[in-house]
């Protein structure tokens, strides 16, 4: 499965329309959501929250997100006993994790790592480049 590059242009194009759906859908202000929040940990998203901005995004965007597919794509080509054992990520996963969310801090993802977790990683760009990688039939 290729992973096409995501310029940061197409990211700045749609960004403002996910950063309104975000907002919306969590009830705070805009300007509280940037580029790099964490959704859970700086927004105080739940998981019910993604499905809600799953939706919202899918109906702005005209696009379907198959849920789980960020985690699934992160995971690459590593099968599910390469990506993680007992709940906990792997090294191999770990890279892929890193190599595949380049939006997020690096400093945030620390090993090791529950892939259960792996969500409160997500920022506003993650789902900007869930949606582009949807719009490109990725």
Not at 17 to 42: F, M
Not at 44 to 69: H, N, T, Y
Not at 78 to 99: C, I, P, R
Request: charge should be negative; include cysteine; proline fraction near 5%.
């Amino acid at each position: 499965m290729s992973n096409p590059d995501i310029s940061q242009e197409e990211i700045d194009a749609i960004y403002p329309q996910v950063a309104e759906i975000i907002a919306d859908a969590l009830g705070c202000d805009e300007d509280e959501v940037k580029p790099d929040s964490s959704l859970i940990n700086d927004l105080d998203a739940e998981s019910i929250d993604f499905l809600d901005i799953v939706f919202r995004l899918e109906r702005e965007f005209k696009v379907k997100i198959p849920r789980g597919k960020a985690v699934e794509e992160a995971r690459g080509e590593l099968s599910e006993e390469e990506f993680e054992q007992g709940g906990v990520v792997t090294d191999a996963g770990f890279e892929k994790v890193k190599a595949y969310m380049t939006e997020v801090p690096a400093d945030r993802i620390s090993s090791p790592l529950k892939s259960a977790e792996i969500p409160k990683l997500f920022t506003t760009e993650t789902f900007c480049k869930m949606v582009i990688r949807e719009q490109k039939g990725a």
